[in-house]
């Protein structure tokens, strides 16, 4: 009995070293980010108060690092092989806070992982941040719900809803994601002017 083991072992391991090399390993995923803010003209006004900008809350699939697609109004798919850099809502937090800091229009703008003691915080909520598809072009939509929110009073200043869209070239990956850096920066200047009347009434 002993002997009929020792025989089928080594056929066991040379099988199992086998099958390890059947299947490829699969490549790494693309790692996928907005793009750099494009230069910022300075805004005339500097507002002395400082602003927190908090990362937007988002729900299930969109508070994630997969690129969306939704092919149909009831199904969201994912592109294979590729993922953000970070997870949707860090991503428009950050190109925010780039785009504000730029602008030179406030004492100081932090994000939320800051300590720092702060005038005003930028909420929001993502509930867009995908692809679609309608009547065969395909185009990127970036939803987002913000407010001004004074840190002393808890008082909301400003409420504005943004609904944006972007026609990609095609559904390739390569091209979506400039749409997806196209539609950020256009989301980005025009919080950052929202932002800046918000602070002028009030």
Same mark, same amino acid.
């Given at each position: 009995m002993r002997s009929g083991f020792r025989a089928v072992t080594p056929l066991i391991a040379s099988f199992a070293m086998?099958?390890?090399?059947?299947?490829?390993?699969?490549?790494?995923?693309?790692?996928?980010?907005?793009?750099?803010?494009?230069?910022?003209?300075?805004?005339?006004?500097?507002?002395?108060?400082?602003?927190?900008?908090?990362?937007?809350?988002?729900?299930?699939?969109?508070?994630?690092?997969?690129?969306?697609?939704?092919?149909?109004?009831?199904?969201?798919?994912?592109?294979?092989?590729?993922?953000?850099?970070?997870?949707?809502?860090?991503?428009?937090?950050?190109?925010?806070?780039?785009?504000?800091?730029?602008? @030179? =229009?406030?004492?100081? +703008? #932090?994000?939320?992982?800051? $300590?720092?003691?702060? &005038?005003?915080?930028?909420?929001?909520? %993502?509930?867009?941040?995908?692809?679609?598809?309608? @009547? =065969?072009?395909?185009? +990127? #939509?970036?939803?987002?719900? $913000?407010?001004?929110? &004074?840190?002393?009073?808890?008082?909301? %200043?400003?409420?504005?809803?943004?609904?944006?869209?972007?026609?990609?070239?095609?559904?390739e990956l390569d091209e979506v994601v400039g749409a997806f850096g196209n539609t950020a920066s256009r989301l980005a200047e025009e919080t950052?002017?929202?932002?800046?009347?918000?602070?002028?009434?009030?």
């Amino acid at each position: 009995m002993r002997s009929g083991f020792r025989a089928v072992t080594p056929l066991i391991a040379s099988f199992a070293m086998t099958a390890c090399t059947i299947f490829p390993t699969p490549e790494a995923p693309r790692v996928m980010d907005l793009g750099s803010v494009d230069s910022v003209q300075g805004l005339e006004t500097r507002h002395a108060r400082t602003l927190r900008v908090d990362t937007p809350l988002a729900s299930e699939p969109v508070n994630g690092t997969r690129i969306l697609t939704k092919p149909t109004p009831h199904e969201f798919q994912m592109y294979g092989n590729a993922r953000w850099r970070d997870s949707a809502p860090v991503l428009v937090r950050d190109y925010l806070i780039d785009i504000l800091r730029q602008s @030179q =229009g406030f004492a100081n +703008v #932090v994000t939320d992982t800051s $300590a720092a003691s702060t &005038d005003l915080t930028l909420i929001s909520e %993502l509930s867009a941040f995908q692809a679609e598809k309608i @009547q =065969g072009k395909t185009r +990127v #939509v970036i939803e987002l719900h $913000a407010e001004v929110l &004074d840190n002393r009073t808890r008082k909301s %200043l400003c409420v504005r809803n943004s609904r944006l869209t972007e026609p990609a070239a095609s559904s390739e990956l390569d091209e979506v994601v400039g749409a997806f850096g196209n539609t950020a920066s256009r989301l980005a200047e025009e919080t950052l002017l929202w932002v800046h009347r918000c602070l002028e009434e009030n």
